[in-house]
């Protein structure tokens, strides 16, 4: 082990992101992972399968599967990717009562068995949900914090890297905003090693990343027919363990809860977090464009409406 102390991680949600992420948890030996899901069997197979390949990838931290929230009891670390997907048919307001009553029941697990943990909410519609989270836990909100700027500015550096043929490594980029088309990539904050790309490439191959960010999880979606994007969500919430886990201070993406930050209140949206083993230990103000402002707001404008579905339907 690379840590001194050994974590607990529940992995609540076994499906596809729940599952990846508990093995490079366990990869990582980040923690032990008690992976945790509604259907009978499920974590209990995932989580032996993972505890099988331990010889063979060279892991001691344990995984357990189970379909009572008591064995979550003590979790240092909650990833939550417990949800329904969006069938045919069901519109987005159906989808965000039914992952609300969802996120709602597992919540009071949570604090039942895990007071003192920090939480990363996974589930969409993601900004909404972790406001969600951050109401039903009453945790302070450094300890409740959404995934998905991580996965959008993996996606932009990733295309970048493919873009300049240079190592994935190299780049770093910064996105803003909600999880969804109304992101805000910011291109004037990404660089190769330092060196901004709007000297690197011409303006219309940067908007083709952009846009190609934006559309990221479609892109997936699209190619898969049944299901989403699963590898690099559960990389991307497990780098944010590791982050708060190891007390890494790291600058990161992540969905805060914001207090005036961006000239916006009460809302979760995702802004440039320090993460530390307090969880969001800053949220960093970025000088930006009216433009991107602007469009911060727009994007802030949906999740207001999402939260008013919410409260409409009686669940906040
Ligand atoms: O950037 C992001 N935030 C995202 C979000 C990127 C990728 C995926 N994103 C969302 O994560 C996606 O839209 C879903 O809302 C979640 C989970 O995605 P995943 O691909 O893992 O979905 P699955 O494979 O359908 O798994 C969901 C599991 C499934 O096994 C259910 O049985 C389980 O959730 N489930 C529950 N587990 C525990 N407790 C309860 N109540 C429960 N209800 C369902």
Redesign the pocket.
């Known amino acids: 082990m690379t840590n001194a102390k050994r974590f607990k991680i529940a992995c609540?949600?076994?499906?596809?992101?729940?599952a990846s992420a508990a093995q490079y948890c366990v990869e990582e030996e980040l923690g032990d992972v008690v992976l945790?899901?509604?259907?009978e069997g499920?974590p209990q197979g995932k989580a032996l399968d993972l505890t099988e390949a331990g010889p063979i990838r060279g892991y001691n931290s344990r995984v357990t599967g189970t379909n009572d929230y008591k064995d979550i009891e003590g979790s240092d670390l909650a990833i939550v990717?417990?949800?329904?997907?969006r069938k045919p048919g069901m519109s987005r307001l159906d989808l965000l009562e039914k992952?609300g009553l969802?996120i709602s029941?597992?919540c009071e697990n949570i604090k039942r068995y895990a007071p003192d943990s920090i939480v990363i909410i996974?589930?969409?519609p993601?900004d909404v949900m972790v406001y969600l989270a951050y109401k039903k836990l009453g945790f302070p909100a450094e300890r409740v914090i959404g995934?998905?700027g991580c996965?959008d500015s993996a996606r932009m550096r990733a295309f970048v890297a493919l873009e300049l043929g240079v190592s994935m490594k190299n780049v770093d980029t910064m996105v803003l905003g909600s999880?969804g088309d109304d992101m805000v990539p910011l291109p004037h904050y990404t660089t190769v090693s330092g060196i901004p790309i709007t000297t690197l490439l011409p303006q219309d191959r940067i908007d083709a990343i952009v846009e190609r960010t934006r559309k990221g999880?479609g892109e997936i979606v699209a190619l898969l027919k049944t299901?989403?994007?699963?590898y690099a969500?559960a990389a991307s919430a497990v780098r944010m363990a590791q982050a708060i886990l190891r007390d890494e201070k790291q600058l990161l993406p992540c969905a805060a809860y914001l207090m005036g930050h961006y000239g916006l209140n009460d809302i979760y949206m995702g802004v440039p977090c320090i993460l530390g083993r307090a969880g969001v230990e800053r949220v960093m103000e970025l000088e930006i464009s009216e433009a991107d402002r602007s469009s911060l707001h727009t994007s802030a404008g949906e999740v207001r409406a999402g939260i008013d579905g919410l409260k409409e339907r009686g669940i906040l």
């Open positions: 609540i949600g076994a499906g596809n992101v729940g945790t899901d509604v259907v499920l990717t417990a949800g329904l997907p992952n969802i029941g597992i996974v589930t969409n993601l995934m998905a996965l999880h999880g299901g989403s994007a699963f969500p």
